[in-house]
C-alpha cells in the first residue's frame, strides 16, 4: 500500500519550515521524501500546506483496560488518542490486575493490536500489585514487552525497593517512572497547600510531599546510575532540583503536562472538581517555573496526564470526588496555545516535547522523527483557525475537561499511523 501525502509544511530536523514537501509511504514505512513527488500507485492525500509533525507520543495514559472498562477501554482510549494527535500512548500498570507479571503485558499487546487504533506500549509495575512491597517480575516482563517500570500513580515508600529496583533496571536499559508524593505529607489532602485551599476550607497537600521525593529519588538515581523519569512535576522546588541534577550528570529527565503550565490553583475556586488532580493545581509562582522548565529545557516530555474516571465520581463535593483529567484530545491545542502562540517556544521544541523526546527516553527508536526509513507515524495540524473545546465531542468515555468552552488553536485534522491514515 502506498499513500503520497502531498503540500506539507514539515516540523522536523533537516527541512525547511519555509518549504513545502511531499511525503511517500510505503507500507508502514516513510519511503521517500522530496518536492513534487509522483507515484501513480499511491493514494493521493493533499495536506493543502498544513503543519506536520511527528506522531505524538504520550508516557503518561491510563488506558483502565484490563479491569475498568467501564471508565475506558483499548478502543476509546486508541480513538481519543487518534483524535489528539498521538500514534503511540503508554499503559500504566496499576489496570486490575495489575501488570506485574508477562501473562499481563501479552495481553495488553495483543489487545491492542486487535482493537487499538494506535500503538499502546505498557509499563511494567516496579513492585508486585504496585504495592511498593516486592520486586516485580520486571525481567520476564521486558521479554514480554515492555518499556519502562513504574508502579503509575501509586507512591514508592519504600527506598530500599527502588534502589534494587534502580540497580536491576540497568540490566535492561529501562527507565524508571516515579510518581513523587509523600503520603505522610499529602495524607488527606485534596489540593494545593495555601491561600486558596485555606479560603475554601479544604484540606491541602504541600509542595514538601512532591519535593522531598523528588529529592529521594535523584540520590537513588546518582548512586545507582539508573535511567530515573519523574513523572507530573508541577513545583518550582521541583524543577530547580531537577535542572541541579542534570546540570551534575546525573540520568534524569521529567515530564509535566498541559494542565501545570495553563492552570493554576484559583481554578479550584467554585469546588471544581474538573480541575481535581493528583499532583494538584499548584500557584502562578509554581507556573511560571514550569513554563521556564519547559523553555530552558529543564522539562523533556509533555505528557496527557491522561487519567478519566467516570462522570458519577467527579460530580461530588470536591473532598469526596475523583482525582482525574480527560486530557489526550486537548494536550496538543492546550500546549500549543499557550507554548507557542505566546513565544514562550518554537513549534519544533513543542515537537520535540511530545515526539522525538518521548520516543527517546522509551527506547522507540523508529519513531519521534519524520525522515526517509522511520516510522509513518504522522499528525497534521490546523494552527491557524481558532475552535472551541467542546468535551462532549469526546471519543474518550471521559467527557469533561476543565478547558471546556476555551479558545484555542492547534487542531488536529489527521493522524497518520503506520501510513494508514485514521482521520
Known amino acids: 500500500m502506498k499513500t503520497l501525502m502531498k503540500n506539507c509544511k514539515l516540523v522536523t530536523d533537516g527541512f525547511s519550515a519555509e518549504k513545502v514537501y511531499d511525503i511517500l509511504i510505503e507500507d508502514n514505512t516513510i519511503a521517500k521524501i522530496g518536492e513534487n513527488l509522483s507515484d501513480e500507485d499511491a493514494k493521493i492525500v493533499d495536506i493543502d500546506q498544513h503543519t506536520i509533525l511527528p506522531g505524538f507520543i504520550d508516557m503518561h495514559c491510563n488506558i483502565c483496560e484490563p479491569g475498568f472498562e467501564n471508565v475506558e477501554d483499548i478502543h476509546t482510549v486508541s480513538k481519543s488518542a487518534a483524535r489528539g494527535g498521538f500514534t503511540a500512548i503508554t499503559c500504566e500498570p496499576n489496570t486490575k490486575p495489575v501488570i506485574d507479571n508477562k501473562t499481563v503485558v501479552e495481553y495488553i499487546i495483543s489487545k491492542s493490536a486487535l482493537h487499538g487504533m494506535v500503538h499502546i506500549y505498557p509499563y511494567g509495575s516496579m513492585s508486585m500489585g504496585c504495592e511498593g512491597k516486592a520486586i516485580a517480575e520486571i525481567g520476564e516482563m521486558y521479554e514480554a514487552g515492555i518499556v519502562g517500570i513504574s508502579d503509575g500513580d501509586e507512591f514508592t515508600d519504600s527506598a530500599a525497593l527502588l534502589r534494587n529496583v534502580m540497580r536491576y533496571s540497568k540490566m535492561f536499559d529501562l527507565p524508571i517512572m516515579t510518581h513523587c508524593e509523600d503520603r505522610s505529607l499529602s495524607g488527606e489532602g485534596v489540593m494545593n497547600e495555601g491561600y486558596m485551599a485555606s479560603c475554601l476550607g479544604l484540606v491541602g497537600m504541600p509542595r514538601e ?80 517555573a514550569v513554563l521556564e522548565g519547559i523553555a530552558d529545557g529543564t522539562i523533556d516530555v509533555i505528557a496527557s496526564g491522561h487519567s478519566p474516571v467516570g462522570q458519577t465520581e467527579k460530580n461530588r463535593t470536591f473532598g469526596q470526588a475523583a482525582y482525574g483529567i480527560s486530557g489526550l484530545e486537548t494536550a496538543f491545542a492546550i500546549s500549543y496555545t499557550h507554548l507557542v502562540e505566546t513565544g514562550i517556544i518554537t513549534m519544533k521544541r513543542l515537537s520535540q516535547l511530545l515526539s522525538a523526546n518521548p520516543a527517546a527516553i522509551l527506547n522507540l527508536r523508529e519513531k519521534g522523527k519524520i525522515a526517509e526509513g522511520m516510522d509513518a507515524d504522522l499528525v497534521v495540524v490546523d494552527c491557524v483557525e481558532d475552535y472551541s473545546i467542546e468535551a462532549k465531542h469526546f471519543a474518550s468515555k471521559a467527557k469533561y475537561s476543565p478547558f471546556e468552552g476555551m479558545q484555542v488553536k492547534g487542531k488536529v485534522l489527521h493522524t497518520v499511523v503506520d501510513g494508514r491514515v485514521l482521520l
Do not use: W
Not at 523519569?229 to 534524569?252: D, L, P, Q
Not at 503550565?261 to 499548584?282: G, H, I, M
Open 209 to 288: 510531599a512532591e519535593e522531598l521525593q523528588v529529592a529521594r529519588n535523584l540520590i537513588l538515581a546518582q548512586n545507582t546510575g539508573a535511567r530515573l523519569h519523574i513523572a507530573h512535576v508541577s513545583t518550582a522546588g521541583s524543577i530547580e532540583m531537577i535542572r541541579e541534577a542534570k546540570a551534575r550528570g546525573i540520568s534524569v529527565t521529567c515530564e509535566t503536562c498541559p494542565h501545570y503550565f495553563s492552570l493554576t490553583e484559583e481554578a479550584v475556586e467554585d469546588y471544581n472538581t474538573l480541575v481535581k488532580v493528583n499532583p494538584p493545581l499548584r500557584t502562578q509562582e509554581d507556573v511560571n
